[in-house]
């Protein structure tokens, strides 16, 4: 299993940027995935998450400015992250949990590190003020 993560750049404050994460050795419609990011300095956190239903999940501090949504015949799941501050500015990275349409469960699984087995490599989002 790979998750390519892709789409990082530098942009200004309030403008938008789109990541993908594409997935081979999976079937995205079967499984969770997330965004997380790291700040420099700072540890790993949750941004995004997707459930198998296609329901989501979002930080409160990205709630109303990022999208996560994935395109089931490409196997790719995508972050669509607008109205960006200097705050946003950190690695992105993906992840897959490998549990198999698992039942819907409660925010706090997805946002969860250890629930996910697979990671992309990260990709840097650097927003200029």
């Known amino acids: 299993v790979q998750l390519q993560a892709s789409g990082g750049g530098l942009v200004q404050a309030g403008g938008s940027l789109s990541l993908s994460c594409a997935v081979s050795g999976r079937n995205v419609i079967n499984y969770a995935m997330a965004w997380f990011r790291q700040a420099p300095g700072k540890e790993r956190e949750f941004a995004a998450g997707i459930r198998p239903s296609g329901s989501t999940i979002y930080a409160d501090s990205v709630k109303g400015r990022f999208t996560i949504s994935r395109d089931n015949a490409k196997d790719t799941v995508y972050l669509l992250m607008n109205s960006l501050t200097p705050e946003d500015t950190a690695v992105y990275y993906c992840?897959?949990?490998?549990?198999?349409?698992?039942?819907?469960?409660?925010?706090?699984?997805?946002?969860?590190?250890?629930?996910?087995?697979?990671w992309g490599q990260g990709t840097q989002v650097t927003v200029s003020s």
């Open positions: 992840a897959l949990d490998n549990l198999f349409r698992p039942s819907n469960r409660g925010s706090n699984y997805y946002s969860d590190q250890l629930t996910y087995d697979y």
